[in-house]
Each structure stands twice: as C-alpha cells, then as structure tokens.
C-alpha cells in the first residue's frame, strides 16, 4: 500500500480542512472490500483528525496559533478490507506548517521613551528612535507610525525606517528652552495590513509617550526691535544731548545684564552690538563710530578722537 499526499497550509477554525491523503491498494478493487481503504489517525492526536473513507484531513481545534505552534507531525494510517479485522494498513507522516494571518497588533515594548535634545539643534534633526513589536511575520508586521497628539505634530515630525521598522522621530519646527522645557509627544504604530476577519480582536495599534527634554544653549542678546531703530537728532544738537534709546535682553533664563556697544555709524545708520559688558570696559572708538557712545542702552553724542577709548559705566 502507498500513499499520494497533496498538502495544503493554512490555520483555519474548527474544522476546516487542510489537507487530503490518498492510500491506493494494488488488490483488486472489484474482488470484496481487498481495496476498499479507510484512514484513521493515532488515537493521541487531539489537534487534527481525518475522515475515514475521503482521507481528508481536518482541524480537530479552533484557532490554531502560529505563534504558539508553527508545525505539526500527523501520523496517518490507511487500512484496507474497510477497516476490518485481518485488513491491512500502512502509514505516512504528514507535517502541517501553519501559515501566518494577521492577528497580532503592533506592540511597544515600553509605555514612555525619554530622549534629550538641544534647543540649538537644527529642524530635522533626528531626536531618538523607538520600535514596536508584533508578533506576525512577513508583510503583516508592517507598520507605519504617527505623531496623535497635536501639540507634538506642530513640533514633530516622524517617519519610519523601512529597513529596521523603526519610527524616527525628528525636530520640525525649531525648539526654545525657554518657552517650554520638556513635550510629551504621542506616537502611535498602526499595522499596514489588516485583516478584517480579526476586527473583533480590537484596534491594530498601539500608542506610547516620548519626553523630550530641551536642553539649554548660551544664547546671544536680543535686540527690541529686532530689525532696528531709526533716530533722528538735529545738526545743531549739543555735545552729550540724547538722541534716543535701545534695549536688548538676554533670552536664556539667567536673563543675564547686558550693556549696548557701538561698533559703528555712518551718517545712514548706527550699528549696535549687545555683549555682556562689565560696567567700566574699555571699548576702542574707531574711525566709523567717532561721535557715539553708549551709557545705560542710552545713545548720546560724544566728540572722540581716532584711536582713543570710550568707558562704557
């Protein structure tokens, strides 16, 4: 007695079937039941069974789980004189491999991540990398990952590495220490392929929490306005008259003292630079900013010769 075994893979409910096998007998099959065979399988076996005149095998369970069980060996007997005494049997092992459906959602391994970044680093910058699991394989552990809270979209931006199925999470608008130290931005992974059969098994994704902590960078002083201040004084006006009033601020959170320098003028425009300068510095007056100095972030005239210092107090 031989065996022809066609196999079929699959993970299915109760029932189903997955496979047939079939015994031929080289008896005569019109001579009495010498040819006429049935199949059984090991009184053991709790997973499959087969039906005994087609040779069709069946799940004996529901559910099957690749990920408990990828692979099974079924021992199937074939018996002829239709399974009576005296008949004979043979037998073959048949192993059923259990494919893959999506039926695992995407899974972080942790509730919170928490990365460092400098307020300084450009947009675009990379920030960290997390990765969720799923317990699939092949195409349905593709996944693709998004930032769900607003706050963190307006800031963030992230993309998934095709290769390592990671999310990179990147800078996209620039960070400032000083307004906001730390954000807590949710990112969520979302399964590609969903398969509809398992809907009922709830959401295929999952979220987790990035801290991002801004850390703090020197920053240089700020001008109010930012773009400039244009004063007029008038040609007659009176060695030391004030002509006008510039403030700059240190941003950092220390809000250090500043105190304004001229670095230049010409008759279109006065440069000013703000730097922390202690009180009695001596700054030297060159040749384009003869005629100003600063006292107090106060702009007056001053009648200086080429070369010779200013004490800015």
Known sequence: ??????????????????????????????????????????????????????????????????????????????????????????????????????????????????????????????????????????????????????????????????????????????????????HNVVVEAVNKHVDPRFADLGSFRDQTIVRITVSDVDEPPVFLPADGAQLEVQEDAALGALVGVVTARDPDVENAPVRPLVLGSSALDVVVYCGGVKPFETVTVNQRCRGLKTKGGSVFLAEKKFGEDVRTN
């Open 1 to 182: 007695m031989c065996f022809l075994a066609g196999r079929t893979l699959g993970q299915g409910d109760l029932g189903a079937s997955v496979m047939k096998v079939i015994a031929s007998d080289a008896d005569d099959p019109t001579y009495g039941s010498s040819a006429r065979v049935v199949y059984s399988v090991l009184e053991e076996e709790k997973i499959f069974t087969v039906e005994r005149h087609t040779g069709i095998i069946l799940t004996a369970v529901a559910g099957l789980d690749r990920e408990t069980q990828d692979r099974y060996e079924l021992v199937v007997k074939a018996t002829d004189m239709a399974g009576q005494l005296g008949g004979l049997s043979g037998s073959t092992t048949v192993t059923i491999v259990i494919t893959d459906v999506n039926d695992n959602p995407p899974r972080f391994p942790q509730k919170m991540y928490q990365f460092t970044v400098s307020e300084g680093a450009t947009v675009g910058t990379s920030v960290g990398r997390v990765i969720a699991t799923d317990a699939d394989m092949g195409e349905n552990t593709d996944m693709g990952y998004l930032i769900s809270d607003q706050e963190g979209g307006e800031l963030f931006k992230v993309t998934t590495d095709v290769d390592t199925q990671e999310a990179v999470i990147c800078i996209k608008k620039p960070l400032d220490f000083e307004s906001k130290r730390s």
